[in-house]
């Protein structure tokens, strides 16, 4: 407890320098006391610059997803995110979030990984989740809606995503239908929407939604199979991101995200995922049981469903998990 104290201390300081004897002052701790946290807290990563006759001063922090880092950059959330796990490895974080729903997990519960063992994506598709190259993380949602109104929530959470990587890092990534946000036409994020229904009623138990975001991974960190149609930020920008400023951005841009479900003011998702959809307009495969068939991509519905119209002049709705739409010569184009 006193690494925290002491590290929320230098915070407060704004890198200004901090006599031992002002943090032990202040914080009721020992000037020993204070010299282990300083220490334990370079172990852990903290760049903390240490002068005779001044004290310490906080000069950097290392980009690592702890719920210290994470709330620094957080801000005020209404529910998403108020109680935040933040993990060094998991299996999954829709698994852990699950259990923990379980377990009786308060709404707006937030898992954060920094890997991942069997990160998954839809339809059971692997997700790569190398540590410390990527955010993974689960919001644990209970809200008082019938399953039908949450049909919408998958699509809405690659709008989070995009409006996230936007506020942070100043580019605004395309969507590829249903829901995968894209930069330079490669896949950035996944998503996984899974929810638990009271088998008698029917009734919502806990929805989780899953957000995996490649940060800084290289070529190298997909497998060959992937590697053609992933980036991540690093990759696409050419320079360093913070996870933890985005990791608190969508934490913020989820919380926002379920105040509009829970209202039904969700236009302005629909809309925005209008014009970041880079399917629109373009001819694209329709891949499914019974093989692939070409249609051009018209628009999204109200329900974000995709609008085509088949080779036979026919018009159609295309429902997320029915089929799979890819470009005509890649994963978008």
Not at 9 to 33: C, D, W
Not at 151 to 169: K, Y
Not at 248 to 256: G, H, M, P, S, W
Request: proline residues 4%; charged residues 25%.
């Amino acid at each position: 407890m006193s690494r925290e104290t002491v590290l929320e201390a230098l915070r407060r300081s704004g890198g200004a320098f901090l006599s031992g004897e002002e943090l032990s002052r202040q914080l009721g701790l020992s000037r020993t006391a204070v010299w282990k946290a300083v220490e334990a807290l370079r172990r852990a990563g903290y760049d903390i610059e240490a002068r005779t006759g001044l004290g310490y001063r906080l000069a950097a922090v290392p980009d690592l997803l702890t719920e210290p880092e994470i709330r620094s950059l957080l801000g005020h959330v209404d529910r998403v995110g108020q109680t935040l796990v933040c993990l060094d490895e998991v299996d999954s974080t829709n698994t852990y979030a699950k259990s923990l729903a379980a377990a009786g997990a308060a709404d707006g519960t937030v898992v954060v990984a920094d890997g991942q063992t069997a990160g998954r994506g839809r339809m059971d598709r692997v997700f790569l989740s190398p540590k410390g190259k990527g955010i993974y993380l689960t919001a644990l949602l209970r809200p008082h809606l019938p399953p039908e109104r949450l049909m919408s929530v998958t699509a809405m959470a690659g709008v989070a995503v995009c409006q996230a990587v936007e506020e942070v890092c100043g580019v605004q990534p395309g969507l590829k239908w249903p829901n995968d946000p894209i930069l330079n036409g490669k896949k950035l994020s996944g998503i996984l929407t899974e929810l638990s229904l009271e088998a008698e009623s029917g009734r919502l138990q806990y929805l989780v939604v899953g957000i995996g975001l490649n940060v800084s991974q290289e070529p190298e960190d997909f497998s060959p199979q992937v590697r053609p149609i992933a980036t991540s930020l690093v990759q696409a920008l050419g320079r360093p991101v913070s996870r933890c400023a985005l990791a608190a951005a969508e934490i913020r841009a989820l919380d926002r995200l379920y105040r509009a479900l829970e209202t039904g003011d969700t236009a302005a998702y629909l809309a925005q995922y209008r014009r970041s959809c880079v399917n629109l307009g373009k001819q694209v495969q329709l891949i499914g049981p019974q093989g692939r068939t070409q249609a051009l991509a018209l628009d999204v519905d109200d329900q974000f469903g995709l609008v085509v119209r088949m080779e036979d002049g026919t018009e159609r709705v295309i429902r997320s998990g029915e089929v799979s739409v890819r470009g005509m010569d890649g994963y978008v184009d």
